[in-house]
């Protein structure tokens, strides 16, 4: 099985996409606005939950998020790439 850059390098992964970009096979592309937006949000829950220790909750999303965007992968769904 072949493992995605986010999968391998979650920390730079999720760094750039704070940054408003995302890795897509061999290429980083920029996000759409609402990316972003869901980016910000994620960003603010993992402080929260980090902030308040709520280690098991974090914990319980992360593989949570994991597996809904497997599942999306495995639908491949069509991506909405306008560069």
Same mark, same amino acid.
Do not use: C
């Given at each position: 099985?072949?493992?995605?850059?986010?999968?391998?390098?979650?920390?730079?992964?999720?760094?750039?996409?704070?940054?408003?970009? /995302?890795?897509?096979?061999?290429?980083?592309?920029?996000?759409?606005?609402?990316? /972003?937006?869901?980016? @910000?949000?994620? *960003?603010?829950?993992? @402080?929260?939950?980090?902030?308040?220790?709520?280690?098991? *909750?974090?914990?319980?999303? *992360?593989?949570?998020?994991? !597996? /809904?965007? @497997?599942? !999306?992968?495995?639908?491949? /769904?069509? *991506?909405?790439?306008?560069?």
């Amino acid at each position: 099985m072949v493992s995605s850059f986010s999968d391998t390098n979650p920390g730079l992964a999720n760094s750039l996409k704070r940054d408003g970009f /995302i890795v897509v096979g061999q290429t980083i592309r920029k996000l759409l606005p609402e990316e /972003i937006q869901e980016a @910000k949000i994620e *960003s603010e829950l993992m @402080k929260s939950l980090d902030s308040f220790a709520f280690d098991q *909750s974090r914990d319980t999303y *992360s593989r949570e998020r994991k !597996i /809904i965007h @497997k599942a !999306i992968g495995l639908l491949q /769904i069509p *991506s909405l790439d306008h560069s």
